[in-house]
């Protein structure tokens, strides 16, 4: 079955970094379109960034252009985020998904302090 596993969250200063990490399996990793999303407290859950199946594009929200950098290892079916110059308003549960499917993993929590 289709799962995610995302990893690399945790407690960091406004202006610090973190790099996540996204396992995947049950499907054929290297020809989707995958993408993190994150969901903060009370707020819906929204799409942060998305990277091509070969990984030649990528597209990010505004918020975040120019301080998270989108990856992907295929060979390892493996997704990243690395997330610079960190934001109190980055705060949230991340998670990774690939497109179209509808399956989604546990998250991984990131809290920024100002």
């Known amino acids: 079955q289709v799962q995610f596993v995302e990893s690399g969250g945790g407690l960091v200063q406004s202006g610090g970094s973190l790099r996540l990490s996204c396992a995947a399996s049950g499907f054929a990793f290297e020809t989707y379109i995958m993408s993190w999303y994150r969901q903060a407290p009370g707020k819906e859950r929204e799409l942060v960034a998305s990277i091509t199946s070969v990984g030649d594009s990528t597209n990010y929200q505004d918020s975040v252009q120019g301080r998270f950098t989108i990856s992907r290892d295929n060979a390892k079916n493996t997704l990243y985020l690395q997330m610079n110059n960190l934001k109190a308003e980055d705060t949230g549960i991340y998670y990774c998904?690939?497109?179209?499917?509808?399956?989604w993993g546990q998250g991984t929590q990131v809290t920024v302090s100002s």
């Open positions: 998904k690939a497109w179209p499917l509808e399956y």
